[in-house]
């Protein structure tokens, strides 16, 4: 295993330009090393590549954003609607304060609420959850008389399934992002080594060239960022 003082980002962009300045001289270059064929080129930038979008933990990062825009959204949409749900019932059993408590009570409002306003995925799960078991054909059949939307509370429904499965999507990506970290380190250290053997072969194949030596000695362009692709 290599030690590197640089962090894994300062280290893979080294490799990624030492990668494209050999693919740059790879006519030059396939004289060094029988191995370095097109087909071994190519894994080496494929290697780079994904070390980038997928180890490093940009192409994770993108799904887990993604993930949790879209639990962000739902869950407004379901705080809505129980804000909704919570101002019917108020409204309904406005004149019988005790049949309001107890209804409040049951569905988990004032358990939960102040919980859930300070949007708590799982607080919010289970007050949705306790609504969908709890809320009978009676207090139903209150909710929705008289009033012209009738399927607000399915959509309560709806919103705690969507819910469920977008908090359990963000939880399989950040779990997944774990075990990328893990593994990159093993990743990394593989690419590295090659890329220290393509450094090492073509800075001794171009020792009467100090332009080209710059472009592919590791410590020279760690130090300087020196991007090259003569």
Known sequence: MITYQAN????????KTIANNFAANIQELRTVNKKWTDEFLASVLNRVDRAFNYY???????E????RNKLNNIQAQALRAVAFLKTRIEVVYVLDVKRKKQVLDKLGF???????????????????????????????????KDQGDQNFIDRI???????????????????????????AKDIFNNLLLDILDISQQATEFYQNNPDKVKMFDYSFIAQNKFVSSM
């Not at 894994?8 to 490799?15: G, H, K, S, W």
């Not at 919010?124 to 709890?134: D, R, T, V």
């Open 157 to 183: 429904f709806l919103f705690a399934n969507k819910l469920n499965k977008a908090n359990h999507s963000q939880n399989s990506l950040m779990a997944t992002k774990k075990a990328i970290a893990e593994d």
């Open 8 to 15: 894994d980002l300062e280290m893979l962009l080294t490799c």
């Open 110 to 144: 004032q358990a939960y609420l102040q919980a859930i306003q300070e949007k708590d995925t799982d607080v919010q799960l289970e007050l949705l959850s306790k609504i969908q078991i709890n809320l009978t054909e009676d207090i139903r059949q209150d909710l929705i």
């Open 56 to 62: 490093l933990g940009l192409e994770a990062n993108r």
């Open 64 to 67: 887990i954003e993604q993930a």
